[in-house]
């Protein structure tokens, strides 16, 4: 669906953003694109949806060199989630969707409403205009902008941003449904529990390189300590000891009472990101 060789692209001289990008996205996965801010993760999106222009190295994506492939066919293909909601102030969550839905043909689309619905849009708002709505109203009226053109490439931007906890629940069900469709997703996000959650595979990328490129479970087990954490009871009193894997196969055979829990020495994604990047998410 996605492909990428040797992709640079700069912003005028010195100021190379990306350093040679190699990377392929199946039809279906769920790819992570991972990275600070000032990374390259943006630009990245911006060149692959043609907002950028003027990359170099090379850039496929539905078999075709983004050089020619950015027409109203592909466009009508796609579904793009910006990080900051790309709607009319003045118009109604119905109203922008219907001026979106002139860019597809009828028989791609889908209701408009029905997604607004299924996205839990607050019925009340549905006409009134978009500047009297919170961000995670906007961010609603966003995802179904994205999906209005039953798009077979999404492209999502911060998808969670701005959302509650039961909100980022249901976006996450969403992308989820949409993948059980055969649509391919495309996710740049700060959140790493979006990208351990959802995505099949991540990209790490830092300075405007790839730094790691796995599953998440691959590389969480590729950094681990391979060791647990046991806390027990002894003797009235509460202890704590970490063991080795080896050492798991002869069984817990210090002297107990009682065990209290164990826990893995496993690293969480962003654990791993940084070992990688020196950097958080944030950074």
């Known amino acids: 669906m996605i492909e990428v060789k040797k992709l640079t692209f700069s912003y005028g001289k010195d100021k190379e953003a990306l350093h ?18 000032g990374s390259g993760k943006s ?43 790309y709607l009319y102030a003045n118009l109604s969550a119905v109203d922008n969707l219907k001026y979106f839905s002139s860019f597809y043909p009828e028989n791609q689309l889908r209701d408009a409403e029905e997604l607004l619905e299924k996205l839990e849009f607050k019925r009340d708002f549905l006409k009134k205009p978009v500047a009297s709505y919170s961000k995670g109203m906007r961010q609603r009226v966003s995802m179904a902008r994205a999906l209005l053109g039953n798009p077979k490439l ?3 931007d ?89 050492e798991l196969e002869t069984g817990i055979s210090f002297p107990h009472d009682e065990i209290l829990s164990i826990h893995s020495g496993e690293p969480t994604l962003e654990d791993v990101f940084i070992r990688y990047t020196g950097r958080g998410l944030a950074g």
């Open 154 to 156: 999404l492209f999502l």
């Open 43 to 85: 630009t990245t999106q911006k060149l692959l949806t043609g907002i950028l222009k003027g990359h170099g190295g090379q850039a496929r994506l539905f078999g075709k060199d983004i050089g020619e492939v950015h027409n109203q066919e592909f466009f009508q293909k796609i579904g793009v989630l910006f990080e900051f909601p």
């Open 158 to 246: 911060e998808p969670t941003s701005g959302l509650d906890p039961s909100g980022a629940v249901l976006f996450r069900k969403i992308i989820e449904d949409e993948r059980q469709k055969g649509t391919t997703v495309f996710l740049t996000t700060h959140n790493m529990q979006d990208a351990d959650l959802l995505c099949d595979r991540v990209a790490f990328i830092s300075g405007g390189n790839i730094v790691a490129l796995d599953t998440p479970k691959h590389l969480k087990e590729q950094n681990s300590s391979r060791s647990i954490a046991v806390s027990y009871l002894y003797q009235g009193k509460r202890e704590e000891k970490s063991l080795k894997f080896p």
């Open 20 to 37: 040679g990008l190699d990377f392929t996205v199946e039809e279906g996965e769920i790819f992570g694109f991972l990275g600070p801010n």
